[in-house]
């Protein structure tokens, strides 16, 4: 098996990937084909199966698939055409092998946002974070295993902690610089900022949207989740929560990127720049990942808003 972050155009492919998405569609001569996206532990790769022969068994998404197949290029993405398919069989592949993880160790990530929850000094703010971090063995589980998207940055285990964690660093960064920022309350806003996409997001290795993702949205999960755990602690003052939820319905920072509100505390502005910048570094660091030997330009990103390319040696 060639992982998909080696796989070079030109080349021809035999092995066993996992199918993470099937779709059936048709050309615009009306001849029906597969639109797939494959996955292993590198990433995925768009894949197409033209021509349904007697060499394209069945199978479905969620499937592992032994494939024949060529790589070829689309817009300056890499693609795969194929031409065989049967399901593998139990003992041809080794799961670990197809999800993809966080280069980090996810202990080691746990460990640094623990000590972050062990220097807030706020006792209504600590008491909050410890009834999602500490106390509570099913969310901490979850959490660390959990991806932070669907197919954009952080999509893979551990990506939601990995993500909550460099956005806490970078507001940690920006209060020890701007002294005018609460830093009990970036910091706990930024460390449940995602906390919905536990819900709006299934486990892996569907990690695709769940009825209650689509319905409601992770903004808005997490500001009634968060909401809740104040509610539930005795004391918790009104404005502390009432703010500490404005942080986490202004964290996209616009409404027309989701945001229910704009933001109108100082808190919520350096979130929403630092949700952003982490997200917008993952997504260029995955991209140039996906193309480790390239050195030309990889064509315009929507997510960037920009054609890109890798900095010159």
């Given amino acids: 098996m060639r992982y998909i972050r080696e796989l070079r155009e030109g080349e021809n492919i035999s092995g066993v990937y996992f199918c993470k998405v099937k779709t059936i569609a048709k050309t615009k001569a009306e001849k029906t084909y597969y639109s797939l996206i494959l996955q292993d532990k590198t990433g995925t790769i768009d894949a197409k199966v033209w021509n349904l022969s007697n060499g394209i068994e069945h199978f479905e998404a969620l499937d592992y698939i032994n494939i024949d197949a060529q790589v070829t290029s689309f817009n300056n993405q890499l693609q795969l055409n194929v031409s065989r398919i049967r399901k593998a069989h139990e003992g041809e592949y080794v799961v670990a092998e197809y999800m993809p993880c966080s280069p980090y160790k996810t202990e080691e990530m746990y460990d640094s946002l623990l000590k972050l929850i062990a220097d807030t000094k706020d006792p209504n703010l600590h008491a909050l974070l410890s009834a999602f971090f500490i106390e509570d063995t099913a969310f901490i589980k979850n959490f660390k295993e959990h991806s932070a998207a669907k197919m954009v940055h952080h999509g893979f285990i551990g990506g939601l902690l990995h993500h909550s964690l460099f956005v806490a660093r970078t507001c940690e960064f920006l209060a020890k610089q701007y002294p005018v920022l609460n830093r009990d309350l970036l910091i706990t806003s930024?460390?449940?900022?995602?906390?919905?996409?536990?819900?709006?997001?299934s486990d892996f290795p569907e990690n695709d949207y769940t009825d209650e993702g689509q319905l409601l949205g992770h903004i808005v999960i997490g500001a009634m989740w968060i909401g809740e755990k104040c509610d539930a602690i005795p004391g918790f003052p009104k404005k502390t929560k009432?703010?500490?939820?404005?942080c986490i319905v202004a964290h996209h920072g616009e409404l027309e990127f989701g945001s229910p509100k704009k933001p109108a505390l100082i808190e919520a502005l350096a979130l929403a720049f630092a949700d952003n910048m982490d997200a917008k570094i993952e997504t260029f660091t995955e991209l140039l990942q996906a193309n480790p030997d390239t050195?030309?330009?990889?064509?315009?990103?929507?997510l960037l808003d920009s054609n890109v390319r890798r900095t010159g040696s």
């Fill in 190 to 201: 930024a460390l449940l900022h995602d906390v919905g996409k536990l819900r709006e997001i």
């Fill in 242 to 246: 009432d703010e500490l939820l404005h």
């Fill in 295 to 302: 050195t030309d330009w990889l064509g315009f990103n929507r």
